[in-house]
Structures are given as structure tokens and as C-alpha cells.
Nanobody, 123 residues
Framework: QVQLVESGGGLVQAGGSLSVSCVAS????????MGWYRQAPGKQRELVAS???????NYADSVKGRFTISRDNAKNTVYLRMNSLKPEDTAVYYC?????????????????WGQGTQVTVSS
């Protein structure tokens, strides 16, 4: 069984900074991409940022230059540093990871999700 547990988030004023982190634990053989998604009320879940096991990053246009994603492969942990936060960044932030539990001889990755952590930016 695999679990993704997020921490961090909270309430911050516009222009401020927050960090969130996510630890994957359980029956993990290897982890491929990890990332952060967010979902605001009444909106679809959207990709915020992702990072491969090799460190290649990808960001949504709306957060480029403000957010930084990083990971610690040894700890199966992904981080998101959010600077210059705006009210429109308010959402529940979800961690996502592509994980191979090693239950098959061949590579078999499944997507796992965290429970979400609330980020609220006040104007």
C-alpha cells in the first residue's frame, strides 16, 4: 500500500510565501514523476508543477517565476515553494506521484494522490 501525505499550506497575505511538502511511503519500488495539482472551488483540478526523477521540471504558465518544485529522491519527497502568492492561487493543493510498487516483473506505474492541503491567499 502506498500513501502520500502532504504538509504545509495555510493562510497567507497576497505577496507572501508558503511551502508545501509531500512524502510518499509504503510499498515503493521506484518513483517516476511527482507533482502538484490544485483545485479551486468550482474549477477543475489543474497541474501546477511537476518534476521527473531526473529533476526536469514543468510549470503552469500562471506560476512560472513564482513557484519552485523540488524533490528528494532518497526520501520520496516533493516540495513546492510558493512566492509572490496571489488570491487566485487559493485552492486545495494535491500531491501526485507515479509509483511502481514492484508487484510485477515488468515496470508498472500507477498514479497516487495525497489528501490535499488548503492554501488560502488573502487580498
Amino acid at each position: 500500500q502506498v500513501q502520500l501525505v502532504e504538509s504545509g499550506g495555510g493562510l497567507v497575505q497576497a505577496g507572501g510565501s508558503l511551502s508545501v511538502s509531500c512524502v510518499a511511503s509504503g510499498s515503493i519500488f521506484r518513483v517516476r514523476a511527482m507533482g502538484w495539482y490544485r483545485q479551486a472551488p468550482g474549477k477543475q483540478r489543474e497541474l501546477v508543477a511537476s518534476i521527473t526523477s531526473g529533476g526536469t521540471t514543468n510549470y503552469a504558465d500562471s506560476v512560472k517565476g513564482r513557484f519552485t518544485i523540488s524533490r528528494d529522491n532518497a526520501k520520496n519527497t516533493v516540495y513546492l515553494r510558493m512566492n509572490s502568492l496571489k488570491p487566485e492561487d487559493t485552492a486545495v493543493y494535491y500531491c501526485n506521484a507515479d509509483i511502481d510498487t514492484g508487484k510485477y516483473y515488468h515496470a508498472s506505474f500507477d498514479a497516487y494522490w495525497g489528501q490535499g492541503t488548503q492554501v488560502t491567499v488573502s487580498s
